[in-house]
């Protein structure tokens, strides 16, 4: 580390949610970006340019060994994120890896692994729970606010055009919907019932020519009856949704997953009285690497680990198995790695 306090980032190739939202947020919040990388050397140094970023290279290899890096931010497409995320690890870097972190749990074991062997911190970057209406509406059902939590339904689908260039349409590089949009209501049924599921069932739809799944729904049970239904697409009109409904009431929040410039609410229906709770903006994608730095920098735990990203694919290849089965997949009790 170059200085007390201070964490160098580098951030694995020049791919667009890195460079349109999440570097500049980055930045915003003094999130220090030392160095960027692409495997066209032109197009890292025009972007380091354009970014003010001090340090650009023509290899991930290459950023992996400057000896400055101490974290690096993986938002390659998802096929290549296993790969890379062993070999940061084997650099020494901490890593935050974009969801989904892995293609399946053997990869997410493997890099839970060896960040653990050397000694370096893995986080999956789920964003959005670091913002302020997710937390309070954890708090909100922990402290029984809507009484027992009985049902979570969580939708994020958006139209996306058929080009065939764009990585979340291309087999080959692990795309599809479930991946890239089903990940995040996966991801909030898992934390706001603090819990895992037992079972899953799931079906999916695949596009002929592009051969990935452009939309879904799964159901999952857990444990002691709760469940919870989630849906995702990339041929839906724009939706983020996300409603918890318990014995005594229930909650809503729209656009729940991407940040917003505007001041946001949850609404809390209770005894058929609607109460709004009005949340100022903030910038999840600056907060989650604000706790990476805290770790790296203090010995800080992260709130969420390598761990958790395991549980969180396990889910993932339930859905894609029910739908490959046509059955309700059951999940073992997951156990921690030692």
């Known amino acids: 580390m170059s200085s007390v306090g201070t964490v160098n980032w580098g951030v694995i190739s020049t791919a667009r949610i890195g460079t349109e939202k999440v570097i500049p947020a980055m930045q915003a919040g003094g999130v220090q970006i030392l160095a960027i990388c692409s495997r066209d050397a032109d197009c890292a140094a025009a972007v380091a340019a354009e970014m003010g970023i001090p340090r650009h290279y023509g290899s991930y290899q290459d950023l992996l060994d400057d000896p400055d890096i101490d974290a690096v931010y993986n938002p390659l497409p998802n096929s290549l994120h296993a790969e890379w995320t062993i070999k940061a690890a084997e650099a020494g870097k901490h890593v935050l890896c974009e969801k989904p972190m892995a293609d399946n749990v053997e990869q997410a074991i493997a890099m839970t692994r060896a960040c653990a062997a050397n000694d370096v911190h893995l986080m999956e970057a789920f964003m959005w729970r670091f913002g302020n209406r997710a937390r309070q509406v954890r708090e909100l059902v922990r402290e029984g606010a809507i009484g027992e939590p009985r049902l979570v ?102 656009s729940f997953i991407l940040p917003s410039p505007d001041d946001a609410i949850i609404r809390i229906v209770r005894g058929g009285e609607d109460e709004i709770e009005s949340f100022p903006p903030v910038s999840t994608y600056a907060l989650q690497a604000e706790a990476m730095n805290r770790a790296v920098s203090t010995g800080e735990s992260l709130p969420w680990d390598g761990d958790d990203a395991i549980r969180q694919v396990r889910v993932l290849d339930a859905i894609r198995e029910s739908h490959r089965t046509g059955t309700r997949v059951k999940l073992e009790p997951h156990q921690k790695l030692t």
């Open 153 to 254: 339904r969580a939708s994020f689908s958006f139209p996306l055009p058929r080009d065939p260039a764009n990585v979340r349409l291309q087999k080959e590089l692990s795309g599809g919907a479930l991946e890239d949009a089903g990940c995040y209501p996966v991801n909030a049924t898992r934390f706001l019932m603090d819990a895992e599921p037992e079972s899953v069932e799931a079906r999916l739809r695949f596009d002929p020519e592009f051969e990935v799944n452009m939309s879904g729904v799964a159901s999952m049970i857990y444990p002691d009856g709760r469940m919870a239904l989630v849906d995702f697409s990339f041929e839906h009109e724009r939706r983020q949704l996300l409603e918890v409904v318990g014995t005594e009431g229930r909650i809503e929040v729209e």
